[in-house]
């Protein structure tokens, strides 16, 4: 009989890699653009599918409970905090993510955001284009070879940002439970608790993934620690921050700035004001992104379902027990 695999939503409009990868394996693809998660029980009922790919539909326990004999469940990318994994492993089914396809580019965009926040960037060019020219209205700017950057975690990404602020002469730290200390000096990164890497970094670039843990992980009590000439960036997930309390920081000075590529709702409120501040830079959750990412992040992907389907071993199972 032959196997189904339903986008169940999707960002990169037409499907013309997932769909030669499937066809070429004589897997049907079923594509939907689906918000909740009755919709999608429905649509596993209704396409009989053997496996889900998803960008941020809601999987949870009582869609899996529902979805008997679903064997795979794929996200576009690398966080899973929208499919709740231990139902999944407790339905028999492997929950997948890719989570190497973008470690160059989110890397390169906390760093460019980082700069932009140092150099005051964007300041000097809405100056230049209200008409002004004035080097003094970035001030202060410190010297990145006399700074500090901290990175709360020390997974691939954050190993790759370590690797680009030495170029730049920045001492390293990191603050990461999983990681032992001499797997990090072997990268040139100090490793220290999170007190420590708030007290002493001039600038924090964010890096966990969204857990119960983690959510609201830097709060008033943190931003309260951290230096007034700090910079804080984050490409991680935007509920790790407590944007709220961010805001409040920024408008104390117990900071001095922040570059963010996440919210924890995007897009954000209209009324959100942590968008109007000039001393905030915002991507689109866009750290992602490049022409090339998303082509791996595809193949990657849909390789690795089908490969399930055909009894493979899958190269990125997040519940290999499982197995």
């Known amino acids: ?68 004999g679903l064997e795979a469940v794929g996200r576009y990318g690398i966080g899973v905090d929208t499919i709740d994994v231990p139902a999944a492993t407790e339905n028999g089914t492997v929950v997948l993510n890719v989570p190497d396809y973008a470690i160059d580019e989110v890397s390169t965009h906390a760093f460019a955001l980082l700069l932009a926040c140092v150099r005051s960037v964007t300041a000097y060019d809405r100056d230049i284009k209200e008409g002004g020219w004035d080097w003094e209205i970035g001030a202060p700017i410190p010297r990145l070879s006399e700074s500090t950057l901290g990175l709360a975690g020390f997974g691939k990404i954050p190993r790759r940002v370590a690797e680009k602020a030495a170029g730049f002469g920045l001492e390293v730290l990191a603050q990461d439970p999983y990681i032992d200390a001499d797997e990090m000096e072997a990268q040139g990164v100090e490793k220290v608790g999170f007190g420590e890497l708030l007290d002493r970094s001039d600038f924090v670039s964010v890096h966990t993934p969204l857990t119960e843990e983690t959510e609201g992980m830097f709060g008033s009590s943190e931003f309260e620690r951290m230096k007034d000439s700090a910079i804080l960036v984050n490409t991680s997930r935007g509920a790790v921050v407590d944007v709220p309390a961010l805001n409040a920081a920024l408008e104390a000075g117990e900071i001095a700035g922040a570059g963010l590529d996440v919210l924890p709702e995007e897009p954000p409120a209209d009324d959100e004001p942590i968008v109007d501040r000039e001393d905030v830079i915002m991507t689109p959750h866009a750290a992602w992104y490049s022409e090339p990412s998303i082509v791996e992040l595809r193949k990657t992907l849909f390789s690795d379902l089908v490969g399930i389907l055909q009894g493979e071993e899958p190269t990125n199972p997040v519940n290999p027990d499982v197995l």
């Open 1 to 68: 009989m032959e196997k189904t695999i339903l986008v169940t939503d999707q960002i990169y409009g037409e499907l013309d890699i997932e769909r030669e990868i499937t066809s070429e394996a004589g897997i049907e693809l079923v594509e939907r653009q689906l918000e909740s998660a009755e919709a999608v029980s429905e649509a596993i009922e209704e396409t009989g599918a053997d496996a889900l790919a998803l960008t941020f539909a809601d999987i949870s326990r009582s869609v899996l409970e529902r979805a008997d």
